[in-house]
């Protein structure tokens, strides 16, 4: 420390005078000097002998109060405020330099002294100052002041900090990776090298030019490359960092070599030097080389493997192969890259489980125990799916985990499988189906189908509901949660909105009806409390119909997400095949139940057909015995001549009675054959029911019964029907009427149902009589042919049991009904409706009895005889081969005034015929018996016929059906007459076609 006496040296004494002068507390600063210490943040202080601030610059003020101690800034700091050099270093002053900064401050010496600090500002960067202390005396060379100059060096410090750690660092990087530094000095053109590389390349010299330096040190193929960085980074300033083969030891070996440059610039700006690094590289050159070898190894296995194969940086794809492409539909990597596992799948699973849940927990699971494979449902990009296996495993890489993995195709594979697999459950369900089939009912049957399905084709539960008066309700169930409450009740015409599932749907549109994903899909709330408390994620429901059908409905539940389309075909062909085996089962059955009621038919009918032999037997040897017994007593001649009258009317009656036996079984098969066709033509009520009335006359005077034939409504003067069907029914049931009576009356009671404006109406025909009655058990099989109410009542009043099964088919080919009511011994009403049409013309018949009485008197008043001498002076040819038939119908034709040439056959017939047209004198009329020897009476009339033969030819034959008569017909015959052949029939029949001039029937 210098002494007191000391003298200043003279830029001390004018720094001192400076400051004493111009400060705030001893002297006034100039404001010059002031804003130079502001602006340049070089601050001054004062304080005292007990390190009191006196007074400091505007700066340190607002630094100290602000910074140091959150305060407002103030424009000076003052002993009064108290601050003190103890209050700074407690405040700001790092801790390991307080020892340094109060020696600082306590020194007593009278030199100037010099230190750096570091201030710590609360929640700021360290504040580094450079500062200058110096003591003031008084007169008495007393201490009294101190008085500082600092400044703010930290920005210098921390440059100077940063460029000794780059130093630092560019050392050791250049000592660690053996850097070589160059320079090509511009203005000089020499090119300077390291003493390192320049030994190491075993040259003699240590400058070069640019040209002879890349002659000396690069491989020629390098020479440009190296000539092009130097003036691109010259002209352009373009960096130089390119790889270069360098020569070394003597030109012997080369080297792998990077070079680094940069350009220096002179003060003007214009480029001064090119300094730079040499970086021997061949070690680095050969590794990335074995490495480039490995992984285009490695790439050529990752490009040409035929699994897809990506890499997995956490949850998304980082890179994949072109087969990953090919695999997804996707024309380049960036369609895969940055997607995530989910988003190339389907939204679930097979399980049901969201498909990101799954992809998570297989990584998770990849972490911890290794490498996963687990199937998977991919989607492509274009959103169609398929079946895959994905080997995912976790490998490291440069420190950081990934994943790789391995997708596989196994879409053909699986469907092989899932087909082999439902084949053979579909294979066990029939078996199991066929194996009871004609041992156990139907329910049992659908019951051990139900089962079999649930059990074999995966669903967790199934149920099959019956349907019955427009409601189908769970009846069947199956599977392992029998215990999910199903609908109760299912409206097959609507569907209700707490139904849970549209078997509905199923049943109106006739296919399945598929729900999948229930649980997750919105569109499916209504139906997911449901799902979730079975378990279940998808379900399917089937329609069940049985030849066409509806018998029911089948709803299966499955815990996978959808039900698949395989499967729906499989189920399809299980539920056709149950409802063929149920079909058979029901023909087997109905088929014994057939052969059982056609047995017990068979019997009946045997039962009933011997019955009706043995009463045909008995009706027909019957009147033949009064036949045959009134014929001999007839020929006897002893027999007295007032007999002959009676057995005359005995015989004529019997026959009659045969004739009508054997017209009611001709009539019978004809209908059974459906050979009988309806004729329908206009038909007055009134003249008709006075036939029938005539027809009865004579039989209910006999009986003494009382017969009324009666109208209790207007009725249509004419009807359309077939008046000659109708009046056999009549017949039939008049008939029956007046034979069951003995006594009391017989009424036909005519009426109208529907009133004159209506179009349509019904002729009602009521036949009342009084006689036996039918008993409640007979009325059920009163129309069934071959009966009649009991065996006593034919062996009482005879008949073939067949008039009313005759009667009753009859009225419905006219469109009408027949019914009866009836008490046993109480009489009968067989009632006859037959629908009618009218119109606004048709005349009404106000009392249709009087016209029925006035018809009848008239046809009573009628000669029976006019018809005797109607066939005088006509030519008849009667072809005719029973002798018998001969001589009836030639007595009966001559006796009407008729000559008659007889011929034997249809040979002859056609001579007679033929020779007689060709002599100008044919016949009137030809009767030609159809089955004849020589030639029939068909290809007679054909071969007439052919001969332009135009009179009229009427068909004789014994032969009744209707097919009968279209044959004569078509052969050309003009009419139709069946054996036997009354008198009285056989002259209208010529009365009625003698003027006919063409065949109206040939062909």
């Known amino acids: 420390m210098q002494s007191q006496n000391e003298e200043h040296p003279e830029w001390r004494k004018l720094y001192y005078d400076e400051i004493i002068h111009i400060h705030p507390v001893s002297c006034n600063f100039s404001g010059q000097v002031h804003q130079i210490f502001e602006v340049c943040k070089v601050f001054f202080y004062v304080f005292d002998i007990e390190t009191r601030i006196l007074s400091c610059s505007n700066w340190l003020g607002n630094f100290i109060k602000t910074t140091l101690h959150s305060q407002l800034p103030g424009e000076k700091v003052s002993a009064e405020e108290g601050f003190t050099l103890k209050t700074i270093l407690e405040t700001g002053v790092a801790a390991d330099e307080h020892s340094a900064f109060l020696d600082f401050i306590n020194s007593d010496t009278d030199q100037m002294k010099h230190g750096c600090f570091t201030v710590n500002p609360s929640g700021e960067l360290p504040v580094t100052f450079s500062v200058l202390s110096f003591p003031v005396f008084d007169a008495n060379r007393k201490l009294i002041q101190r008085v500082g100059i600092a400044q703010d060096i930290t920005e210098k410090r921390r440059s100077e900090e940063s460029l000794r750690k780059h130093e630092m660092a560019l050392e050791q990087l250049i000592e660690k990776w053996h850097f070589d530094i160059w320079q090509y000095d511009l203005q000089t053109s020499v090119f300077t090298v390291s003493e390192e590389r320049h030994c190491s390349a075993g040259y003699e010299e240590h400058e070069y030019s640019l040209i002879g330096a890349l002659k000396k040190i690069c491989t020629p193929e390098d020479r440009e490359k190296g000539h092009r960085a130097f003036c691109e980074l010259i002209h352009e300033g373009k960096p130089m960092d390119i790889h270069m083969k360098i020569f070394r030891n003597g030109r012997k070996d080369i080297s792998y070599t990077q070079v680094i440059g940069g350009l220096e610039r002179d003060k003007a700006g214009n480029p001064k030097r090119v300094v730079g690094l040499l970086r021997d590289r061949t070690e680095d050159h050969l590794r990335d080389q074995t490495i480039q070898q490995s992984e285009t190894r490695y790439r050529a296995i990752f490009e040409h493997s035929g699994d897809a194969i990506a890499i997995m940086e956490g949850e998304t794809f980082a890179e994949c192969n072109s087969q990953m492409l090919k695999l997804f539909g996707a024309e380049c990597q960036e369609q895969i890259i940055g997607k995530t596992p989910w988003d190339l799948a389907t939204e679930t699973q097979q399980n049901g489980i969201p498909s990101?849940?799954?992809?998570?927990?297989?990584?998770?699971?990849?972490?911890?125990?290794?490498?996963?494979?687990?199937?998977?449902?991919?989607?492509?990009?274009?959103?169609?799916?398929?079946?895959?296996?994905?080997?995912?495993?976790?490998?490291?890489?440069?420190?950081?985990?990934?994943?790789?993995?391995?997708?596989?195709?196994?879409?053909?594979?699986?469907?092989?499988?899932?087909?082999?697999?439902?084949?053979?459950?579909?294979?066990?369900?029939?078996?199991?189906?066929?194996?009871?089939?004609?041992?156990?009912?139907?329910?049992?049957?659908?019951?051990?189908?139900?089962?079999?399905?649930?059990?074999?084709?995966?669903?967790?539960?199934?149920?099959?509901?019956?349907?019955?008066?427009?409601?189908?309700?769970?009846?069947?169930?199956?599977?392992?949660?029998?215990?999910?409450?199903?609908?109760?009740?299912?409206?097959?015409?609507?569907?209700?909105?707490?139904?849970?599932?549209?078997?509905?749907?199923?049943?109106?549109?006739?296919?399945?009806?598929?729900?999948?994903?229930?649980?997750?899909?919105?569109?499916?709330?209504?139906?997911?409390?449901?799902?979730?408390?079975?378990?279940?994620?998808?379900?399917?429901?089937?329609?069940?119909?049985?030849?066409?059908?509806?018998?029911?409905?089948?709803?299966?539940?499955?815990?996978?997400?959808?039900?698949?389309?395989?499967?729906?075909?499989?189920?399809?062909?299980?539920?056709?095949?149950?409802?063929?085996?149920?079909?058979?089962?029901?023909?087997?059955?109905?088929?014994?139940?057939?052969?059982?009621?056609?047995?017990?038919?068979?019997?009946?009918?045997?039962?009933?057909?011997?019955?009706?032999?043995?009463?045909?037997?008995?009706?027909?040897?019957?009147?033949?015995?009064?036949?045959?017994?009134?014929?001999?007593?007839?020929?006897?001649?002893?027999?007295?001549?007032?007999?002959?009258?009676?057995?005359?009317?005995?015989?004529?009656?019997?026959?009659?009675?045969?004739?009508?036996?054997?017209?009611?079984?001709?009539?019978?098969?004809?209908?059974?054959?459906?050979?009988?066709?309806?004729?329908?033509?206009?038909?007055?009520?009134?003249?008709?029911?006075?036939?029938?009335?005539?027809?009865?006359?004579?039989?209910?005077?006999?009986?003494?019964?009382d017969f009324k034939i009666r109208s209790t409504t207007p009725l249509p003067e004419e009807i359309v029907t077939d008046p000659l069907r109708l009046q056999q029914i009549f017949l039939n049931l008049v008939g029956n009427a007046i034979k069951f009576t003995s006594k009391g009356s017989v009424e036909v009671v005519i009426s109208w149902e529907g009133s004159k404006e209506e179009e349509f109406g019904q002729l009602h025909v009521d036949i009342t009589d009084t006689g036996i009655g039918i008993s409640e058990n007979a009325l059920d099989s009163i129309f069934s042919p071959f009966e009649q109410g009991d065996n006593s009542r034919t062996r009482i009043y005879g008949g073939t049991g067949l008039g009313l099964a005759i009667s009753q088919r009859l009225v419905k080919l006219l469109g009408g009904e027949l019914t009866v009511t009836s008490q046993s011994g109480q009489g009968s009403t067989f009632t006859v409706t037959l629908p009618q049409l009218v119109s606004a013309n048709t005349r009404w018949e106000k009392d249709m009895n009087l016209a029925i009485v006035r018809t009848h008197e008239k046809e009573n008043h009628t000669d029976t005889h006019h018809k005797q001498e109607e066939l005088h002076g006509k030519r008849i040819l009667l072809a005719e081969d029973g002798k018998d038939n001969q001589r009836l119908f030639t007595m009966i034709l001559e006796k009407a005034g008729a000559s008659v040439l007889v011929a034997n056959n249809g040979q002859e017939a056609f001579d007679f015929a033929f020779q007689a047209m060709q002599e100008g004198r044919p016949f009137d009329i030809i009767l030609m018996d159809m089955q004849m020897p020589v030639m029939d009476g068909y290809t007679a009339t054909v071969h007439l016929r052919q001969r332009h033969y135009i009179k009229p030819i009427v068909a004789l034959t014994a032969h009744a059906m209707s097919v009968e008569r279209t044959k004569c017909l078509a052969a050309g015959c003009n009419d139709f007459i069946t054996k036997p052949i009354l008198r009285d029939a056989l002259i209208d029949a010529v009365l009625n076609n003698i003027d006919v001039d063409e065949p109206v029937g040939y062909l």
């Open 356 to 705: 990101r849940v799954v992809a998570n927990r297989m990584i998770l699971e990849s972490q911890k125990n290794g490498t996963q494979s687990f199937e998977w449902i991919s989607r492509r990009l274009d959103g169609t799916t398929f079946y895959s296996n994905v080997c995912l495993t976790q490998i490291s890489c440069e420190g950081e985990k990934i994943h790789i993995a391995l997708i596989r195709d196994i879409t053909a594979q699986k469907l092989a499988a899932e087909s082999v697999y439902y084949h053979q459950a579909y294979l066990h369900v029939l078996a199991e189906i066929r194996k009871y089939v004609y041992g156990l009912s139907e329910p049992d049957i659908i019951s051990i189908f139900l089962e079999n399905i649930t059990a074999h084709f995966g669903f967790s539960k199934g149920w099959y509901g019956e349907f019955s008066n427009g409601v189908i309700g769970p009846s069947l169930h199956a599977g392992v949660s029998k215990n999910v409450t199903d609908v109760k009740n299912v409206v097959v015409n609507s569907l209700p909105p707490e139904c849970p599932f549209p078997l509905v749907r199923a049943i109106l549109w006739k296919k399945p009806c598929s729900l999948g994903k229930i649980q997750t899909n919105p569109e499916f709330v209504p139906w997911q409390e449901f799902a979730k408390k079975g378990n279940f994620h998808s379900t399917i429901t089937f329609g069940f119909q049985v030849s066409g059908r509806l018998e029911g409905g089948f709803v299966f539940y499955s815990q996978e997400a959808i039900v698949r389309k395989n499967v729906t075909e499989y189920l399809l062909t299980c539920l056709n095949e149950l409802a063929r085996i149920l079909s058979e089962k029901r023909l087997w059955e109905e088929q014994r139940r057939a052969l059982r009621f056609a047995k017990e038919k068979a019997e009946q009918a045997a039962q009933t057909k011997s019955n009706f032999l043995a009463n045909m037997s008995h009706e027909i040897r019957t009147p033949m015995t009064a036949i045959l017994g009134y014929t001999e007593m007839l020929i006897d001649k002893r027999t007295a001549p007032d007999k002959y009258d009676d057995a005359l009317k005995v015989i004529k009656n019997n026959t009659e009675f045969l004739l009508h036996i054997l017209n009611d079984i001709l009539d019978y098969s004809k209908i059974e054959a459906g050979m009988v066709k309806i004729d329908l033509q206009r038909c007055r009520i009134d003249e008709f029911m006075a036939r029938i009335a005539s027809l009865f006359h004579v039989k209910t005077q006999e009986k003494n019964l």
